[in-house]
């Protein structure tokens, strides 16, 4: 996990993540309905949950509740390198007639819907989403708690390129 403390870890067919610090398995489950060699790991920003995908199907291993819950029905092209994942909605961006669109699935509904679009790149953080507009250029803050846009005033350059990484340091992105 990006907080160090967790690995998630394969063997034969099943999986588990391990407590680093502890050493103590937190939590197994099968994992024979993924395709092992194909398998991606996106770690929810609190990380109670793990999304397990192989680029067709998906599993997310709720951590809290210790279940599984199989996601059915999502968009192959949800899954891939770019894929985000917080509170039960898959995020994902893409490129559609030269215009980026960032959609959510909904797990537990099944529905797409569409957060932003006429953006370069974005990048999940917590319920943030930093990302910059191919209108502007300029960097932006999409609060997914109300779905309020805010220009970020950290940076008034206008931008180019991919969003990498965002960190929370005392409160300043």
Do not use: C
């Not at 907080?3 to 502890?22: A, I, P, R, T």
């Not at 805010?150 to 008034?156: H, L, M, N, S, V």
């Amino acid at each position: 996990s990006d907080h160090n403390q967790w690995m998630l870890y394969v063997q034969e067919n099943e999986g588990g993540v391990l407590d680093l610090y502890s050493k103590e398995v937190i939590y197994q489950t099968s994992l024979s309905s993924l395709d092992l060699k194909k398998m991606k790991v996106v770690w929810e920003p609190q990380f109670q949950r793990v999304l397990v995908h192989d680029g067709s199907a998906a599993k997310i291993l709720d951590l809290g509740l210790k279940k599984n819950i199989i996601v059915k029905a999502v968009p192959a092209y949800f899954l891939n390198e770019q894929t985000f994942f917080a509170d039960k909605k898959i995020y994902n961006f893409r490129i559609q007639k030269k215009r980026g669109l960032l959609e959510s699935f909904d797990v537990e509904t099944g529905k797409i819907n569409l957060v932003a679009e006429e953006l370069l790149s974005f990048y999940l953080l917590d319920n943030k989403i930093f990302f910059i507009s191919s209108f502007d250029r300029h960097s932006y803050l999409l609060h997914l708690s109300d779905n309020r846009i805010e220009k970020f005033a950290g940076i008034t350059n206008q931008l180019s390129g991919a969003v990498r990484q965002v960190e929370d340091a005392n409160n300043q992105l």
